[in-house]
C-alpha cells in the first residue's frame, strides 16, 4: 500500500469516527453548557437511594471497624434527561462525577477524616436517572463493651449516614433493600457476619429545627473460633 493510499484508509476513518460520535458530542453539549453543579436538581426534594455492597470486613480493631465497599447512590435530576431519537438512539452516557450535582452524603461516625468524593463516572439515562457507585474504604467507631464480647463472642456495629447540609425536604434518604449487598462479599477469618439490616431514620438535631433523614446500617459479627 503507498503512502497516498494510506493516507486516504486514515483520513476516511477519521471522518467516520467523528461523524459517528457527533450525536454524542452534541448531547453532552446540550445537557451541560448550561447546568450548575450546585444547584440541586430540584428545590421541592431529592430523593435518594442509597446502598451498601460489603466486599470485605478488613479488620476490628480498638473499637474501630473498618470495610471494603461499593457505596451506591441514585437519584433523579430533570435536568438531564433527553429524547434519545434527536441523538441517534443513545439512552444513556457516562459523565465524570465532577460535572454534576451529587447528594453530600457522609458517614456520621466516621473514625477518619470525611472522605472527598471520588470522581469517577456517573452512569446517566435519558430519564434524568443518575448512578453513582464508589469504592469506598470506610472506618466507623463501633462502642461495644469487651465484657460483652468476651462472655458472647460477637459484637454489633453501626454504621449511620446522612446529608451534611441538607434537611429531608431537600434530599430524602431511603435504602431499596432493608439491608447491606452481600453477594459479593469475601469471608473474613476472624469474624463472620451473623446478622444485619438497613433502616431509614428521622431525627431533629439541637442545631436545626428541620427534619434530617439518615440510613442506619447495622451488622452482627461473631468471633470465629479458630
Not at 78 to 85: C, E, I, Q, S, V
Amino acid at each position: 500500500m503507498d503512502l497516498k493510499l494510506c493516507l486516504l484508509v486514515v483520513f476516511v476513518g477519521s471522518i467516520r469516527a467523528q461523524s459517528s460520535s457527533a450525536p454524542l458530542n452534541k448531547l453532552v453539549d446540550d445537557l451541560l453548557s448550561h447546568y450548575n453543579k450546585i444547584v440541586p436538581p430540584a428545590l421541592a426534594g431529592v430523593n435518594v437511594s442509597h446502598s451498601l455492597t460489603l466486599l470485605r470486613i478488613v479488620s476490628m480493631e480498638d473499637q474501630i471497624l473498618t470495610l471494603d465497599t461499593f457505596d451506591a447512590m441514585s437519584w433523579t435530576d430533570g435536568r438531564l434527561t433527553w429524547d434519545p431519537a434527536s441523538y441517534d438512539g443513545i439512552d444513556s452516557i457516562r459523565i465524570p462525577a465532577s460535572k454534576l450535582w451529587l447528594p453530600d452524603i457522609t458517614l456520621y461516625n466516621d473514625a477518619n477524616d470525611p472522605k472527598a468524593w471520588m470522581d469517577i463516572n456517573t452512569v446517566v439515562t435519558n430519564s434524568g436517572h443518575v448512578t453513582y457507585v464508589p469504592k469506598v474504604k470506610f472506618a466507623s467507631y463501633c462502642d461495644y463493651k469487651e465484657k460483652t464480647l468476651k462472655r458472647f463472642r460477637k459484637i454489633t456495629c453501626e454504621l449511620k449516614f446522612g446529608s451534611w447540609t441538607y434537611d429531608a425536604s431537600q434530599v430524602d434518604m431511603f435504602n431499596p433493600t432493608g439491608d447491606f449487598v452481600l453477594g459479593d462479599l469475601v469471608p473474613n477469618p476472624n469474624w463472620k457476619l451473623v446478622d444485619s439490616s438497613a433502616v431509614r431514620e428521622e431525627k431533629k438535631y439541637d442545631c436545626c429545627p428541620e427534619m434530617y433523614t439518615t440510613v442506619k446500617y447495622s451488622l452482627t459479627l461473631k468471633v470465629v473460633t479458630q
